[in-house]
């Protein structure tokens, strides 16, 4: 497992995020500077710089629903708001689309491209905000610093942790399966053709030496492919043509986008004992999201503008039927762990939770703790 690999995985499903909630402000036809705000606002909190700092260290990655948390927080950082339905569907779209394009990158380095994909976006969100733009910038800076140096051995290892996070995610979506690029099992399909990766050649061909290094023999054989050889390697400077075209925006041509579980028996099995069983690593996943959210910056509305609930489905009655369809094996609503209690670490995620706002009862519990993990769920 590469300890490396969290920040792209944050600022990926960070960008397909936005991409959707874009998407959908557009679709509701929510006025322009509400919608402005709104993206603004999360994008201003996710690339807030302690925030980064913490996102960049060392680390392994831990739980989808202790992420989800984070990504539950970053999209109530501004006048917004999600119920559980639709926030639901956010994370299984975010989750797959990332999915999708890491199994698909011709070559491990190319998640790094894929990532630059994500932030050329994102600052075409922000061209009229200087400062956050700035943020998105130094960011960026601290990707190539860190990530520009890697072998191709260290971003292979990033590349099979990315995989072994998203290998129980079977969950269809409407695009992919309409362009016929996922089963109706949720399992994607790969592509015999098209570029192959940059700095290699076009299948087909066997060549065969002695022992003195000189070629002696060339067959050809049939691949079964349409395979074209790479026009060029994608640009990894501040700005240039990434050529690979993984990670950039899906959803720019309104049109509903719908979601379903595969029914796969393994799949609720493993979303079922990831919920219930013992987590060794549940004293360290409060830590990050301690640290993680004490670095983010959650801007309140001030002034009487007025806030706005977001749907992610077509209507209201649809998002109404999604929250009681879903099967409670993949509710995300409620982080079952059992964690030691740690007397500083408690008074560190008291104060940080104590500054976001709870408008529902504290529910009774037999553990502290345990009412910081529903609390933690429920922001």
């Excluded at 050889?229 to 049109?255: C, H, I, W």
């Excluded at 977001?310 to 995300?332: G, K, V």
């Excluded at 709870?358 to 933690?376: H, V």
Aim: one cysteine or more; aromatic letters at 8%.
């Amino acid at each position: 497992m590469s300890v490396r690999t969290l920040p792209l995985l944050f600022l990926n499903l960070g960008g397909e995020m936005l991409y959707i909630l874009d998407q959908r402000l557009r679709a509701q036809n929510i006025p322009g500077d509400k919608a402005r705000k709104v993206l603004n606002d999360i994008i201003s909190t996710m690339f807030n710089r302690k925030f980064m700092e913490e996102l960049f260290k060392p680390q392994e990655l831990y739980s989808k629903k202790a992420l989800r948390t984070v990504y539950e927080r970053l999209a109530h950082a501004s006048i917004m708001k999600l119920n559980q339905a639709s926030m639901d569907k956010l994370y299984d779209l975010m989750t797959m689309a990332f999915k999708y394009q890491v199994l698909l990158c011709p070559r491990p380095k190319d998640v790094l491209l894929v990532t630059f994909n994500h932030l050329d976006t994102i600052r075409g969100f922000i061209r009229d905000s200087p400062t956050i733009l700035q943020q998105v910038d130094e960011t960026f800076r601290q990707l190539t610093e860190i990530y520009g140096g890697l072998s191709a051995g260290e971003f292979q290892l990033i590349r099979q942790t990315l995989l072994i996070f998203f290998q129980d995610l079977h969950i269809r979506v409407s695009m992919f399966l309409k362009d016929k690029v996922q089963n109706n099992n949720g399992r994607f399909v790969l592509p015999v053709s098209g570029p192959v990766p940059w700095g290699t050649e076009v299948p087909g061909l066997i060549r065969m030496f002695n022992n003195k290094g000189e070629e002696v023999k060339r067959i050809e054989f049939k691949h079964g492919g349409n395979y074209v050889p790479a026009p060029k390697e994608g640009s990894f400077e501040l700005y240039g043509d990434r050529v690979l075209k993984l990670g950039t925006n899906m959803y720019s041509v309104n049109q509903p986008v719908e979601t379903h579980m595969s029914g796969s028996s393994k799949n609720l099995a493993s979303w079922t004992q990831e919920s219930i069983a013992p987590n060794p690593l549940a004293k360290e996943e409060l830590n990050f999201l301690a640290r993680l959210m004490g670095g983010m910056e959650i801007k309140k509305p001030s002034g009487p503008e007025p806030g706005f609930r977001l749907n992610l489905f077509t209507t209201d009655e649809e998002e109404e039927q999604a929250a009681l369809t879903r099967p409670e094996e993949l509710s995300y609503e409620v982080i079952n762990i059992q964690a030691t209690q740690d007397q500083q670490r408690s008074e560190e995620l008291a104060r940080i939770m104590g500054e976001f706002e709870i408008m529902e009862q504290p529910r009774l519990s037999t553990s502290k703790g345990d009412d910081l993990l529903a609390m933690m769920d429920e922001l």
